[in-house]
């Protein structure tokens, strides 16, 4: 019997192809939780047969090209490949991403084949970044998708893709126990939100925290394997963006930040780079305004970001409120 396991992660992808589990292990890596998400069109065309999509849009980038020629995958779409194999799986990690990644997979599946998917989901028990072969639990618990849990699936996707992020807010009022950790990283994206009080979404807010306690380096407030953090919604490049927009900006919360912007060429260069991870970041005194609530950083400082389908600019901010998970619409 073939076996085709899915995840969300390349490394761990690798890692279950190397313990011999399936036939065939593909990774879907593309960040949902961060910037514009492309137009509908584009992203049917992502799980569609490979023809004009350009690098890094089509559902199979991020699966070593030698590992599907391999597998005779290369071109195909993702109700195409599925058909091939006898079993196919799902792995997810808990973190929003990844259950961006299975919402949008489902609706796809949904208006594709308006059928039940007929292929399984496992829930891994960690991160993808914090799971190593071997593997202390080879077969992760399945999670049951049906008809019911394959139309909130997509209503999901669909609010997450909104506008406006009402349709988000409107889901936690619904019981979302069939997908575990769906219900606390829903709660988490929306807190992401900027705050009515300082203006900070729940990520910047933890950054400004750790900062405040004294001798931090950038290193220091990036999420990594071991290390305790509040929030798991961002990965590396979008914290990295997050303190670059504390820091070089109108009027900053962070000081000390010596290199920048947070960029791959940044990264390229020595020593740049070495300058970066040296800076000693403080808050400045406005900083502690923000953090304290006392003061509104988007009042001095532009926004222009994406949550979900949401377009966050100072004209047009949707704020949330952290304790009540109430929307403050825009003025």
């Known amino acids: 019997m073939t076996r085709l396991i899915v995840t969300t992660d390349s490394s761990t992808a690798g890692a279950i192809q190397r313990a011999g589990l399936a036939d065939l292990v593909i990774a879907i890596e593309r960040r949902i939780v961060w910037g514009r998400l492309p137009s509908d069109a584009e992203l049917d065309a992502s799980f569609a047969p490979r023809t004009t999509q350009s690098p890094g849009l089509h559902w199979l980038d991020d699966t070593p090209a030698w590992r599907l020629d391999e597998s005779d995958a290369k071109d195909l779409g993702l109700v195409e490949l599925f058909s091939e194999y006898d079993a196919v799986e799902f792995w997810r990690g808990p973190e929003p991403n990844a259950q961006l990644i299975l919402l949008w997979l489902l609706d796809h599946w949904r208006r594709r084949c308006n059928a039940n998917p007929d292929f399984v989901v496992r829930r891994l028990p960690l991160g993808a970044r914090d799971i190593k072969p071997p593997y202390g639990e080879l077969h992760p618990p399945i999670v049951e998708i049906k008809s019911h849990e394959l139309k909130l699936a997509s209503r999901a996707w669909r609010a997450y893709c909104a506008p406006a992020p009402q349709s988000w807010r409107d889901l936690l009022k619904t019981n979302l126990s069939w997908l575990p950790q769906l219900a606390p990283y829903a709660t988490a994206l929306l807190e992401e939100l900027p705050s009515p009080a300082s203006g900070l979404g729940a990520t910047e807010a933890w950054i400004l925290r750790l900062i405040a306690r004294g001798c931090v380096q950038p290193s220091d407030v990036f999420p990594g394997h071991q290390k305790r953090y509040e929030v798991d919604v961002y990965g590396y490049w979008e914290v990295g963006a997050l303190l670059d927009g504390l820091a ?84």
């Not at 020595?270 to 005194?285: A, G, I, M, P, V």
């Open 248 to 331: 070089r900006c109108e009027r900053p919360a962070v000081a000390g930040l010596d290199e920048g912007p947070f960029s791959l060429a940044m990264h390229n260069d020595s020593t740049r780079f070495d300058r970066y991870k040296r800076s000693q970041l403080s808050l400045t005194e406005f900083g502690k305004a923000v953090l304290a609530g006392d003061e509104d950083f988007r009042r001095y400082n532009p926004i222009d970001r994406w949550w979900g389908g949401t377009h966050l600019t100072n004209e047009r901010l949707w704020r949330c409120d952290r304790e009540s998970q109430l929307l403050v619409e825009p003025a």
